[in-house]
């Protein structure tokens, strides 16, 4: 089965960096859509970043020009370089799994099926 494992979170000052790793074993890379989302308690989960079998990218409006979402596909995993980090970013983030066709990023966390523990980021 998949299984996801997110590293990479610690706490950092604004407009300090953290790059995310999403180790993922189980699927395939060439069949999954993958995606970063955050939580903060007492808020909707939000989409972060996209990433489709063909490698097209998406994100949130909020992060864009900031984060940059990535994949190794020969080492199964999945990155997310977050620069010019700011407060608002502090949450729990986590990595998703879902098989889809080429030509689609995936940007619903419902569509997802398949979860990391998440990892927490804390900006001050």
């Known amino acids: 089965h998949v299984q996801l494992v997110e590293s990479g979170g610690g706490s950092v000052q604004a407009g300090g960096s953290l790059r995310l790793s999403c180790a993922a074993s189980g699927y395939s890379s060439n069949t999954f859509c993958m995606g970063w989302f955050r939580r903060v308690p007492g808020k909707e989960r939000e989409g972060v970043a996209g990433i489709g079998i063909d490698g097209r990218t998406a994100y949130a409006d909020s992060v864009k020009g900031r984060f940059t979402i990535s994949q190794d596909k020969a080492k199964n995993t999945l990155y997310l370089q977050m620069n010019s980090l700011q407060p608002e970013d502090t949450a729990v983030y986590s990595c998703?799994?879902?098989?889809?066709?080429?030509?689609?990023?995936?940007?619903?966390?419902?569509?997802?099926?398949?979860w990391g523990q998440g990892t927490q980021v804390t900006v001050s």
């Open positions: 998703a799994a879902v098989s889809c066709p080429r030509g689609v990023v995936v940007a619903a966390y419902d569509q997802y099926e398949h």
